[in-house]
């Protein structure tokens, strides 16, 4: 049982226009919407991470979903769901943390609930006023491919944590203390007058585009050397798969016409965008050599909830 498996039964049996990107865009309201979860000891543990880092942390994995859709975040609702022994302490510092991500974003509601273990659902609600909404459907050939920042650095910091290790402390607050792109999101929402792809790496670069290249049946030409990382990394033999495997970056990926980039700053340029002669995928350009991965390939090494 595979997560995207899953969404696959969902999206048939509803027939909803709504499901295929990150967040559901409702022009009718002018809104975007997106819900996430994060259970203890599947997404995080309390070993390793304080209230006020998984406060932080919830926010601005569902924040970071809305900067994807191009949309401006403004409201947020939270569910939590805790064991009985669990302290006063614990939820204060958990919306101190949560209160701090959101930075101006509203907490607006919620629910409180009993449970076996910690778990977290957070809704997002972003306005898509003066913006244009971006959707992984729109990549087209010829755009170029960008990021906002560095990938694997997350993964890295999640590996260290596991082994009871705390430096380097840059990859360390990579994963407990992550940033949405939220002004990189707005330049391009705000500038863009055509349609661009847009995701986040919360699932691991490598996952983003090979997502955009299914949804817009596209191939993603990228040049390894381009993608952007922190050196620390390298400590791990496995370095390249963090880099393009290792989720919770929650950088910006997108694919843009090459004029836009006039008005932008703080990217990276990693690829292009090509026609899918064949097949539909990603093609990674390494330093001697070729290689081309299909959907598939991809979501065999990516991490799997179940």
Same mark, same amino acid.
């Given at each position: ?21 990150? #967040? ?26 304080? @209230? ?14 809305? #900067? ?14 805790? @064991? ?65 920042? @560095? ?76 993608? @952007? ?78």
């Amino acid at each position: 049982m595979k997560e995207k498996e899953l969404i696959q039964i969902i999206t048939k049996t509803l027939d909803s226009k709504y499901i295929g990107d990150d #967040c559901a865009y409702l022009k009718d309201l002018g809104i975007t919407i997106s819900q996430d979860s994060l259970v203890e000891d599947v997404h995080f543990k309390l070993s390793y991470m304080t @209230p006020f880092q998984l406060g932080y942390k919830a926010v601005m994995v569902n924040i970071s979903d809305i #900067c994807a859709s191009g949309a401006e975040p403004k409201y947020l609702t939270i569910s939590l769901s805790l @064991p009985k022994d669990t302290q006063n302490s614990f939820v204060k510092d958990f919306y101190e943390g949560a209160k701090f991500a959101a930075n101006g974003v509203e907490i607006v509601g919620g629910d409180i609930t009993g449970g076996d273990k910690v778990f977290i659902s957070i809704t997002a609600i972003g306005s898509s006023k003066n913006r244009k909404i971006s959707s992984r459907k729109n990549a087209q050939a010829g755009q170029k491919i960008i990021v906002s920042g @560095p990938h694997g650095s997350s993964a890295a910091g999640l590996k260290l944590l596991l082994d009871n290790q705390h430096t380097p402390q840059t990859l360390i607050n990579a994963h407990l203390m992550p940033k949405a792109q939220v002004e990189f999101s707005k330049k391009i929402a705000t500038a863009a007058t055509s349609d661009y792809a847009m995701m986040d790496s919360s699932d691991g670069l490598m996952d983003a585009l090979s997502q955009i290249a299914q949804a817009s049946n596209v191939k993603m030409s990228i040049d390894f050397s381009k993608i @952007p990382f922190d050196k620390e990394i390298k400590i791990f033999n496995n370095w390249q798969d963090l880099v393009f495997y290792g989720g919770e970056d929650y950088q910006i990926i997108a694919t843009i016409e090459e004029g836009l980039l006039k008005k932008l700053h703080g990217y990276t340029i990693i690829g292009e965008v090509e026609k899918a002669e064949k097949d539909f995928g990603v093609e990674v350009n390494y330093e001697n050599h070729k290689e081309f991965y299909t959907p598939k390939q991809i979501d065999e090494k990516l991490y799997n909830h179940f």
